[in-house]
């Protein structure tokens, strides 16, 4: 299952790279509010790699990947903008340096804490909180951990549905249809908020920004609107937008749809 997962990943870490042309724990509280920061631009294979390895916290990112953006919120959410430096890397003129000196995968993300350099992208939003100071990303009540667990494990699952969906001809299948409610019921399980676990939480860091994506493209190119007949999606999707550790790292959705138009030839 792993493999199967690692190769799923590989597949839109491609997809990643053509839209890069568009491009101490505590009990789950609010996030801070936080100031606009000031974003690097993007590291390129003309740039000089950061000092490696120098007592640096680094979040390697590219603005344009889902994958990235879950670390990228979680940074944010906890407020570890002064602790946790942004690194942006291009896609689709990344650094030799990068999978030479610091990520042999050369993926996005990665994260460069305590002389050495972890991936993948939940694993690292589970390491950023249980590792840094701020707001917990994970509830202490057992039951709901099970569920973030559960939901979690779907993650893959439910993407490669989506993806697998936005390049085929004709109308949306029944199997779109079937992911969207599992998402929608999953609401049901926890009455004390708008989100996955009832609570912000890691869970939807998860789904945020695939989600966003869907509903962008879903809605422009097969006048499929993600949301309909499924008011918690709906809710969920308007308080996302509340969060400033979320808008924050938003691209702008017309860029990337333009840029996923043109990967999938629509």
Known sequence: MQRYKDGFNSALSSLASDWSEASRRSPMAAAPTLSMETLPPSLTSASEPPAIFDGTTRLYIAYICPYAQRTWIARNYKGLQEK????????????????????????????????????????????????????????????????????LLYSDSFNMVMYKAMPAKGNVSDEVDVALNKIEDAFSKFSDGPFLLGKFSLVDIAYAPFIDRFQTFFLDVKNYDITKGRPNLSSWIEELNKIDAYSQTRIDPQELLAATKKRFGV
């Open 84 to 151: 946790i430096e942004l690194v942006p890397i291009d896609l689709q003129n990344r650094p030799a340096w990068y999978k030479e000196k610091i990520y042999p995968a050369n993926k996005v993300p990665s994260l460069e804490h305590n002389n050495e350099v972890r991936g993948e992208s939940l694993d690292l939003v589970k390491y950023i909180d249980s590792h840094f100071e701020g707001p917990a990303l994970m509830p202490d009540d057992p039951a709901k951990q099970q569920f973030a667990e559960e939901l």
